[in-house]
Structure formats: C-alpha cells, structure tokens
C-alpha cells in the first residue's frame, strides 16, 4: 500500500496558466509525452481561501503567505494526479525550483523558467515528498482517490 502510494505526485497548474488555454494544452502534452509519467486523474478546481490556506497551512505565518492565497484564488487551477515510478522527484525535476527569474539562469529549459512570473506566480506546483502527495491529493480529489492509489 505505501509503496503503490509512492507512485503518485499532485502537480497544479496555478491560475495564470490557466488565462491561456494553448498553454495549459501544450503543457499537458508535454506531460503526456513524458516517459514515465501517466497523467491518472486531472480536474479544474477553484479554491476558496479557506481551502487554500488549508493547502497551503505549513506557510501560515510567512511574509508571502496572503500574497500566495490571492494568487491561487485569483482564478482556476488545473490538478494533476501523476503516477509513475518516480513521479514526485521527477515532476519536481521537470518545473525546476520555486524562483523562475533564477531558473532561467541555471536551468532555462524546466517549465518554471519558461512559464512562471515571480517568486510567488511560478506557475506550478509539485508535491515535495510521498507523504505531501497523499496528503494533498486527498484534499483535492478526496477520500476515494486513496483506494485508487492503492490499486
Ligand atoms: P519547496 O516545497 O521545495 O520549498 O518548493 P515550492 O515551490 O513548493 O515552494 P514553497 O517554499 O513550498 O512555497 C510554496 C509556494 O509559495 C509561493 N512562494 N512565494 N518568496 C516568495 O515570494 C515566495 N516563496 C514561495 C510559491 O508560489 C511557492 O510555490
Ligand atoms: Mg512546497
């Protein structure tokens, strides 16, 4: 059962990709045509800011805390329900670290540098561990998406 479980990452697409639907679709594709990574399941959510600030409840407290939750409320999210072998370091691989203006000088081609805005709009998000994983699929896809991790 843990094991099946390591198989799966949350990966959101935040709300200024979601402005550009071209982009989001090429997104997608570049996801799909990813060796080891399927996308299992996939739904457009549209938080309240309590169930941002639940999401996001270990930066409760941080300076960028309330400038995060109008982010990921300003409009709707694309989640990803992404499995494979190794699908949470790998899809943290393929966003690159939090800071996209960085990126785009150490590691141009991961999809941070070329999509995301600031340090606080930087387009994506990936689960930084199994055990996030679970935890935030359960808060965006529910109860039920833990039989189906498990499958
Ligand atoms: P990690 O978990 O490896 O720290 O990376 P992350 O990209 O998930 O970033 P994290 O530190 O967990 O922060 C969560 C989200 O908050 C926004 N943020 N803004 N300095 C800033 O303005 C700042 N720092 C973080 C980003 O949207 C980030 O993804
Ligand atoms: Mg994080």
Redesign the pocket.
Known sequence: MLLARRLHTLALLKPDLLANPQTVAEIISEIQRTPGLQIARRAQVFWTREEAERF?DE?RGRF?FR??VD?MTSGPIEALALRGPTAVTLWRQMMG??HPVRMRVTNAGCLRARYGLT??R?SF?GS?SPQSAARELRLVFGEQITREMEA
Request: hydrophobic share 15%; aromatic share 24%.
């Open positions: 996001y930066h960028f400038r995060l982010y670290s939090t340090d606080t930087n998000h930084d």
